[in-house]
């Protein structure tokens, strides 16, 4: 199951992680996040293990929305070695998602 990630855990589970990290905004009124938030979910299982996936409520979570600009979701940033290195905006495959965290894993 995917982390959920918040202000306090967020430099902790991601921006120390020795994995690749995948962290999707969210929020519970926005249609898209609800259409991409099973397939994270899934990449969660298939890459526990290997890579961090995590959630963030950005109306729970200002702070971190703030920080890295986000003003769409959903938006999922992809970290590696503490800084994001690719970055996916909008409903999008699992192919997809799971490509660019593939990218991630040499």
Not at 8 to 26: G, H, Q, R, T
Request: glycine content about 10%; aromatic content about 8%; hydrophobic content about 45%.
């Amino acid at each position: 199951m995917a982390i959920e990630l918040t202000d306090a855990n967020f430099d902790e589970l991601v921006i120390k992680s020795d994995k690749p990290v995948l962290v999707d905004f969210w929020a519970e009124w926005c249609g898209p996040c609800r259409m991409v938030g099973p397939l994270v979910e899934e990449i969660s299982k298939e890459y526990d293990g290997k890579a961090v996936v995590g959630k963030v409520d950005v109306d729970s979570n200002p702070g971190i929305s703030a920080r890295f600009g986000i003003r769409n979701i959903p938006t999922i940033l992809f970290f590696k070695g503490g800084e994001i290195v690719d970055k996916q905006v909008g409903a999008v495959p699992k192919t997809v998602l799971a490509g660019k965290l593939d990218a991630q894993m040499s």
